[in-house]
């Protein structure tokens, strides 16, 4: 078999945005390849899309200047925003409002952006993706298909040797791009130190899901559907960041191998009386142990023997007063628990026994702010979720092409350290595109 061009490994936006400039490059011969029946990576949650490049983009790590960054930001929202679901949720037209939580934050010593928003919801995800695939028009994909191994030849092609239906099949490339996705992220380790591929250990961030009544949350959620909070704590110097709010949303579980995770997520069309984001703080570790990614781990399987396999859930009001959240009381009307009902499946209990202290000081601190922002966030009904964790944590060196020390090896997207949502990896599979088209073709 004749090889490819380009093998593309992952199939998220990274990995789709990168196939279809190859296309619009001139590149043929093009591949994807994912071990998901039906892939897509963060295109499958609720498709939140933050036009800004303040959120998930890092200049330095794609080495572009803020003009560059602008003018991919408009590539993509030329493509995404004509998906006949996606609607804009930043309401401009509530400039006023957001203006004032503007100045109430900077009172606090915190941050608060409200980035041009657009939203599709969880039960668009995959009209979403089939839109995009639809820009595809001569990319070979290749689903259901797990690569187990790369070679690399004398005459520096590649050779993938992979898995699908219980067969063993072989795809040769002239380059390969590495978009694995968060969920692929630590596969594509493995694979990177047979191959020698320079990585390190980045940051990562650990926290917990708030859930509360979205009464509590619509003066701010009225005027931006996922708004943005950056703290800076006194004691620790650390920062704290909400993230993914979901207005009418659901708090979900993330299975693992050997831990689970919550998430949220939101419906365009069901929406439930809450409302609930996360609250992560972002983690980095020095000598003599750098592995963010054990330490991430280390915590969330913690979480999972005390919660006997589930997350765990406390009301705030048992958190304050030092006490964990029992099954008898979790409802209790007399100390107004009733005002939120969980929408998550979680076992009652006390998130300051698997959380750091350093970070449980953190959250609690950045709460305190947020509720003098937000008056009423620390209702005795609000509900505290853990662990939530979001590993970003695996860093490849890179040049501006987005090209690892290895020739003719790319790397894109969250999963690699370059990006963080939707529009961030996207980004990276453009920049990593035209590196492609640039360099070998």
């Not at 591949?31 to 295109?43: E, F, H, N, T």
């Not at 943005?228 to 110097?237: C, N, P």
């Not at 008056?375 to 509900?383: A, D, E, F, Q, R």
Request: net charge positive.
């Amino acid at each position: 078999m004749e090889p490819y061009n380009v093998m593309i490994i992952g199939s998220g936006p990274a990995g789709l945005f990168a196939a279809i400039w190859l296309e619009r490059l001139g590149v043929d011969r093009i591949a994807i390849i994912d071990r998901k029946p039906y892939p897509a990576g963060g295109l499958l949650n609720d498709g939140k899309l933050n036009f800004d490049r303040r959120i998930g983009i890092d200049l330095n790590e794609l080495q572009i200047d803020a003009d560059a960054a602008e003018s991919r930001i408009a590539d993509l929202k030329g493509i995404l925003t004509r998906f006949p679901q996606c609607r804009q949720v930043t309401y401009v037209d509530r400039r006023d409002r957001i203006d004032r939580l503007s100045s109430i934050a900077r009172e606090q010593g915190a941050e608060f952006i409200a980035p041009e928003q657009w939203h599709w919801g969880t039960d668009h995800g995959r009209s979403a993706v089939d839109y995009l695939r639809g820009h595809l028009h001569t990319t070979d994909l290749f689903l259901n298909t797990e690569v187990t191994r790369i070679e690399r030849s004398e005459d520096r092609k590649y050779l993938l040797v992979c898995r699908r239906d219980g067969k063993d099949v072989r795809y040769g490339t002239g380059v390969l791009l590495a978009a694995p996705g968060r969920s692929g992220a630590y596969w594509f380790r493995d694979i990177a130190r047979d191959l020698r591929i320079d990585h390190n250990f980045g940051p990562i961030d650990v926290g917990i899901r708030i859930e509360l009544n979205r009464k509590l949350y619509d003066e701010v959620t009225d005027a931006v559907y996922d708004p943005k909070f950056i703290f800076r704590t006194a004691r620790h110097g650390d920062r704290v960041r909400t993230f993914c709010t979901n207005p009418g949303g659901r708090v979900r579980v993330e299975d693992y191998c050997n831990f689970k995770l919550v998430n949220g997520d939101a419906l365009s069309r069901r929406k439930t009386e809450n409302t609930n984001f996360a609250l992560i703080n972002t983690v980095s570790l020095t000598k003599p142990f750098s592995d963010t990614t054990e330490y991430g781990q280390m915590i969330a399987r913690q979480f999972f023997l005390l919660g006997g396999g589930k997350p765990i859930v406390q009301r705030i009001g048992d958190f304050r007063e030092g006490r964990r959240s029992s099954v008898v009381t979790f409802d209790s009307e007399t100390r107004h628990f009733g005002f939120c009902r969980a929408s998550c499946r979680s076992v009652p209990g006390d998130i300051t026994l698997g959380m750091p202290a350093r970070i449980i000081d953190n959250l609690w601190e950045s709460l305190k702010k947020l509720d003098k922002i937000v008056p009423g966030i620390l209702h005795p009904s609000t509900l505290l979720y853990a662990p939530e964790i979001k590993f970003f944590d695996t860093h490849f060196p890179t040049d501006r092409n987005l090209e690892t020390n290895v020739p003719g090896i790319f790397v894109a997207g969250d999963g690699t350290g370059k990006s963080r949502g939707i529009v961030g990896a996207g980004i990276s599979g453009i920049i990593a595109a035209m590196g492609i088209a640039r360099k070998y073709f």
